[in-house]
T-cell receptor, first 108, second 114 residues
Framework: GIQVEQSPPDLILQEGANSTLRCNFS?????LQWFHQNPWGQLINLFY???GTKQNGRLSATTVATERYSLLYISSSQTTDSGVYFC??????????FGKGNQVVVIP | GAVVSQHPSRVICKSGTSVKIECRSL??????MFWYRQFPKQSLMLMAT?????????EQGVEKDKFLINHASLTLSTLTVTSAHPEDSSFYIC??????????FGPGTRLTVL
């Protein structure tokens, strides 16, 4: 099946700093989503982005489908941004494959 | 919009008992729902795909007689963990598909089997 790799696995940020999370995938995809899992376990949809660039407030994402990677940008980080960020892809079999996540800790 | 709920949020049961978890799409109809399992500090692993009105499709290695899935309506899927044992303790998360692509996730159910 499709492989999904996320980097860095762990990231500590000072509040106000910017960061970039990366998701590499091993095959072409027709669905890519970024999620934020909060400390209570809830997965929150951030972006549906199989290609192109989207922005939502302090977050933005870019997927370069031809090069099989996606980036999630967090600008002016806040403590509420802490948690695990997951990238998940669907290569066409209607099933999402998740990466191992980026554990982000934002310290005040 | 696109809200998915799960019930219960947390359950503790004795070994050998069965536990039912409900997943509901509150403001949309979902012909397809998914069940995932997540161990502490690990990623989500897809267990099965639940299709309304038909049998679920299980991932390799997932026992269908152990994890019974029923998708009786366009807004409800249930997962029953039968004869639960401590190794079944985990965080179970469901999702529902709105439209052709985007999946929305429930808040999860933390199962502890004593």
């Amino acid at each position: 099946g499709i492989q999904v790799e996320q980097s860095p696995p762990d990231l500590i940020l000072q509040e106000g700093a910017n960061s970039t999370l990366r998701c590499n995938f091993s095959d072409s995809v027709n669905n890519l989503q970024w999620f934020h899992q909060n400390p209570w376990g809830q997965l929150i949809n951030l972006f549906y982005i199989p290609s192109g660039t989207k922005q939502n407030g302090r977050l933005s994402a870019t997927t370069v489908a031809t090069e099989r990677y996606s980036l999630l940008y967090i600008s002016s980080s806040q403590t509420t941004d802490s948690g695990v960020y997951f990238c998940a892809v669907d290569s066409g079999n209607n099933r999402l494959a998740f990466g191992k996540g980026n554990q982000v800790v934002v310290i005040p | 919009g696109a809200v998915v709920s799960q019930h219960p949020s947390r359950v503790i049961c004795k070994s050998g008992t069965s536990v039912k978890i409900e997943c509901r799409s509150l403001d949309f109809q979902a012909t397809t729902m998914f069940w995932y399992r997540q161990f502490p500090k690990q990623s989500l692993m897809l267990m099965a795909t639940s299709n309304e009105g038909s049998k679920a499709t299980y991932e390799q290695g997932v026992e269908k007689d152990k994890f019974l899935i029923n998708h009786a309506s366009l807004t409800l899927s249930t997962l029953t963990v039968t004869s639960a044992h401590p190794e079944d303790s985990s965080f179970y998360i469901c999702s529902a598909k709105q439209g052709p692509d985007t999946q929305y996730f429930g808040p999860g159910t933390r199962l502890t089997v004593l």
